[in-house]
C-alpha cells in the first residue's frame, strides 16, 4: 500500500495568517491526490482534486500543489471557520489511502 | 437534495456480521461514479473499505477483502456493505461516498456516518 504522511501533526495560528500543510507520500503518484477538510462530528468534505484543483464551492483561500510524491495544502487568510482535521488521500493505486491528519486551530 | 444516508445497527456482537445499507437519493445509483464505503477510527485513521459501479463490479480493500462484500439494489436506489467475522477493532464510525466520476476516485459526496460497536 502507498503510505501518506502529513507534517505538521497540528497548527495554531492567527485569524488571517498563511498555513502550508504538507502530504507526502510512500512513492510517487502524479498528481493523483486530494485534500478534504474535516470538522468534529461530520464527515470529510472535498477541499482539492488532481493536487491542485479547487472542489466546486470551495473559497479560494483553499490551493493545492505539487506532484510526484510531495503535496502541499495552503490556507491563505486563515478564518474561524477553517477550523478542522486537513486529510490527504492519494488516488493513484488500489488501496486509496490517507494521511494521518493534520489539525488546524486559531490562536 | 443530494444525499446519502448510512443505517444499520450501532451494536455487532464479536464474531457477528455487520451489516449497513446507504440510501441514495438526489443523484441517480446508476449514475457514472463508484459508490463506496469508508471507517474512520481513533486508532486506524480513515480507512477506504471497498466500493462498487452500479453495474456490480467491485474494489476492494485487501486488508479486508476476505471479509467484505458490498452490493448493490437500483431498485431500492441504496449499496451495502457486510463485514464478517467483525472484532474490536472493527469498532468504528462508518462512511458512505460518492466517487467524482468512473475513472476519479476522489470523493465528493458523504453520508454523515453511523457509529459501529463491537461489543458483546
Known amino acids: 500500500d502507498i503510505q501518506m504522511t502529513q507534517s505538521p501533526p497540528s497548527v495554531t495560528a492567527s485569524v488571517g495568517d498563511r498555513v502550508n500543510i504538507t502530504c507526502r507520500a510512500s512513492q510517487g503518484i502524479s498528481w493523483w491526490l486530494a485534500w478534504y477538510q474535516q470538522k468534529p462530528g461530520k464527515a470529510p468534505k472535498l477541499l482539492i482534486y488532481?493536487?491542485?484543483s479547487l472542489q466546486s464551492g470551495v473559497p479560494s483561500r483553499f490551493s493545492g500543489s505539487g506532484s510526484g510524491a510531495d503535496f502541499t495544502l495552503t490556507i491563505s487568510n486563515l478564518q474561524p471557520d477553517d477550523v478542522a482535521t486537513y486529510y490527504c488521500?492519494?488516488?493513484?493505486?488500489?488501496?486509496?489511502?490517507f494521511g494521518p491528519g493534520t489539525k488546524v486551530e486559531i490562536k | 437534495q443530494v444525499q446519502l444516508q448510512e443505517s444499520g445497527p450501532g451494536l455487532v456482537k464479536p464474531s457477528e456480521t455487520l451489516s449497513l445499507t446507504c440510501a441514495v437519493s438526489?443523484?441517480?445509483?446508476?449514475?457514472?461514479?463508484?459508490w463506496s464505503w469508508f471507517r474512520q477510527s481513533p486508532d486506524q485513521g480513515l480507512e477506504w473499505i471497498g466500493d462498487i459501479f452500479h453495474s456490480g463490479g467491485t474494489n476492494y480493500n485487501p486488508s479486508l477483502k476476505s471479509r467484505v462484500t458490498i452490493s448493490v439494489d437500483r431498485s431500492k436506489s441504496h449499496f451495502s456493505l457486510n463485514l464478517t467475522s467483525v472484532t474490536a477493532a472493527d469498532t468504528a464510525v462508518y462512511y458512505c461516498a460518492k466517487s467524482v466520476d468512473a475513472m476519479d476516485w476522489y470523493f465528493d459526496l458523504w453520508g454523515r456516518g453511523t457509529v459501529v460497536i463491537v461489543s458483546s
Open positions: 438526489g443523484v441517480s445509483i446508476s449514475s457514472n461514479n463508484w
Open positions: 488521500q492519494q488516488a493513484n493505486i488500489f488501496p486509496w489511502t
Open positions: 488532481a493536487a491542485s
